[in-house]
């Protein structure tokens, strides 16, 4: 007569933590995929918003979108075409490791924030019937203050004159007009702190907007040469935001920053 025997307890036992250690093993190598596949598909969304923005720009004297009258210019949104401004039918708004935004359809504040986060939504005037909601940001200089008495200085007090009234400049390779962000507009001074923690990164601190680890020390970046790249995070402050701004600054190696100076969560990553 055929007897079959089960498995004992202690086999039971003896393949659980076989099958728990492979997957301990595993299960970093996954998030790593995961974290590599969604800063590829990061990068694809500044492709198609350099394309976006290059077309635009073709048609417009090499002019980026306008801004609300007599602001350093602000809510340069209202002034895309909807299909363009609208979160929901435009997924390029968003890095994949960042789609919830701070606010939902329903006005509800999220309980925390992080740098995974989405800014928006905003609505009103001009921005669309499902308002605007997204992960990146553009630099506001690179926008032209307009309106009857239009302002002579950027947020942070930068001369107008320092911004990039075209497209056709000398180092575009090094100029960026659109990054990660918690916001979608920016200003980032040489001289701006970087947050004190990642969550402290929603403020008005503009540098600190777009400064922030969402891909293992990157973040992604597209240039005024309609180029695209993953930069360091402090690598942030060796971009040429506006005419002026010092690329030689106090948070980079040539302006002599060390690394006790940064705060905790940015020291593990390259200095520039």
């Not at 036992?13 to 190598?29: D, E, G, K, T, W």
């Not at 006005?107 to 019937?129: D, K, R, S, V």
């Not at 970046?221 to 993953?230: E, I, M, N, T, Y």
Request: charged residues 20%.
């Amino acid at each position: 007569m055929d007897k079959r025997r089960g498995f004992t307890l202690i086999e039971l036992l003896v393949v659980i933590a076989i099958i728990a250690l492979l997957m301990s093993i595993l299960m970093p190598a996954m998030r790593k995929v995961k974290q590599q596949a969604n800063m590829i598909n990061c990068l694809a969304n500044q492709r198609q918003w350099n394309l976006t923005a290059a077309m635009f720009t073709e048609a417009n004297d090499a002019k980026f979108w306008k801004s609300a009258d007599n602001t350093p210019g602000y809510w340069f949104p209202r002034y895309m075409d909807d299909k363009i401004k609208d979160w929901k039918t435009n997924e390029t708004w968003f890095c994949p490791s960042a789609t919830k935004p701070i606010i939902d359809e329903f006005g509800a504040q999220a309980p925390t924030l992080n740098i995974y986060n989405a800014w928006g939504i905003f609505t009103g005037a001009n921005l669309g019937p499902n308002g605007i909601s997204g992960s990146y940001g553009i630099n506001g200089y690179c926008l032209i203050p307009q309106g009857s008495n239009p302002a002579k200085n950027y947020e942070g007090g930068v001369p107008v004159s320092a911004g990039y009234k075209t497209t056709n400049v000398k180092g575009a390779n090094n100029i960026p007009w659109w990054i990660e962000a918690l916001r979608f507009d920016l200003w980032p001074r040489d001289t701006d702190r970087p947050a004190e923690n990642e969550t402290a990164a929603w403020s008005g601190n503009n540098t600190a907007r777009c400064c922030i680890n969402r891909h293992q020390g990157h973040l992604t970046v597209a240039f005024l040469d309609w180029s695209v790249r993953k930069i360091g995070v402090k690598e942030v402050y060796t971009l040429k935001w506006h005419r002026n701004y010092n690329t030689r600054g106090v948070w980079t190696l040539a302006g002599g920053v060390q690394n006790a100076d940064w705060p905790s969560w940015i020291r593990p990553f390259k200095d520039y």
